[in-house]
């Protein structure tokens, strides 16, 4: 995708008739008022920032593609919420969990609030294995297909989406 930069819109005034000289010079302070602002240090650092946020989405991304999806161990993990389930898969796998997961899970555990069986263990109502390969299967779609413009523009409106990211790669 190329986003155009103002600057590069380039703006002629052509007068035929004896004014020009002036036409031109009022041309010239506009085209500089507009660069001024532009180019002010402000949008070069929103420019700068939303790069180096979709160099670093697409790395992780990168990164997470070559992790491979385990394959069912057999263990049957207790659980009382979602995210306490990805935390165990974490430990048990040795591998961590997309952001887009964990973004997923936490709003799994949110909507719970409130409902008539809120403070019952998660593993009461939905079966530890059809749990975890639901989370898997969310993983593996996450880590084959998500967008790191889209993991960028997540990351612009998250100011603590390091959190949700493996240690050793948000440093």
């Known amino acids: 995708m190329k986003r155009s930069f103002p600057w ?40 700068t920032s939303e790069g180096t946020l979709i160099r670093m989405a697409g790395m992780y991304q990168d990164y997470m593609k070559r992790i491979p999806i385990p394959t069912f161990s057999g263990s049957v993990v207790p659980f009382t919420s979602w995210q306490g389930l990805a935390q165990s898969l974490k430990q048990l796998y040795k591998q961590p969990l997309h952001y887009l997961t964990n973004t997923l899970l936490k709003q799994w555990d949110s909507e719970r609030f409130g409902s008539d069986n809120e403070r019952q263990p998660l593993d009461a109502l939905v079966h530890p294995v059809k749990a975890q ?26 100011p603590l989406y390091h959190s949700q990211i493996d240690p050793s790669l948000s440093n």
């Open 133 to 158: 390969t639901l989370i898997w299967l969310t993983e593996e779609l996450h880590r084959l297909t998500a967008s790191p413009y889209h993991l960028a523009k997540l990351w612009a409106s998250d």
């Open 8 to 47: 590069e819109e380039a703006v002629v005034t052509i007068s035929l008739d004896d004014s020009s000289d002036s036409d031109i010079e009022i041309d010239k302070q506009d085209r500089a008022k507009r660069d001024k602002k532009d180019c002010s240090t402000e949008n070069l650092e929103d420019i």
